[in-house]
Nanobody, 118 residues
Framework: HVQLVESGGGSVQPGGSLRLSCEAD??????MGWYRQTPGKEREAVAA???????SYANFAKGRFTISRDNAKKTLYLQMNSLKPEDAGTYYC???????????????WGQGTQVTVS
């Protein structure tokens, strides 16, 4: 039973930064990603990364967020800079999808970590 465990959420002021981490108990996933659910909205994709470190970002994340992975540590990261109040919500990591860029279908999800920006 593979688990994903997020950490790093918290409360910051607008313009601040947070780094989210997602630790897996296995490695070598082809595709991993971050999603978020903000108040009043459906869950949306934030960023994705494949096994050769190619990345993609939602428009709202470009230039402010950076996704990365450390396979040796079995850990996925999301560096978030210049945070805005509208970035507040619950952030989830996801792993194990046969597709990374078009209609990913992740089999594994973390429990979520809360981000507050105010």
């Amino acid at each position: 039973h593979v688990q994903l465990v997020e950490s790093g959420g918290g409360s910051v002021q607008p313009g601040g930064s947070l780094r989210l981490s997602c630790e897996a108990d296995v490695d070598n996933f082809y595709c991993m990603g971050w999603y978020r659910q903000t108040p009043g909205k459906e869950r949306e994709a934030v960023a994705a990364i494949d096994d050769v470190d190619s990345t993609s970002y939602a428009n709202f994340a470009k230039g402010r967020f950076t996704i990365s992975r450390d396979n040796a540590k079995k850990t996925l990261y999301l560096q978030m800079n210049s945070l805005k109040p509208e970035d507040a919500g619950t952030y989830y990591c996801a792993a194990d999808s046969p597709r990374c860029w078009i209609n990913p279908s992740y089999k594994l999800w973390g429990q979520g970590t809360q981000v507050t920006v105010s």
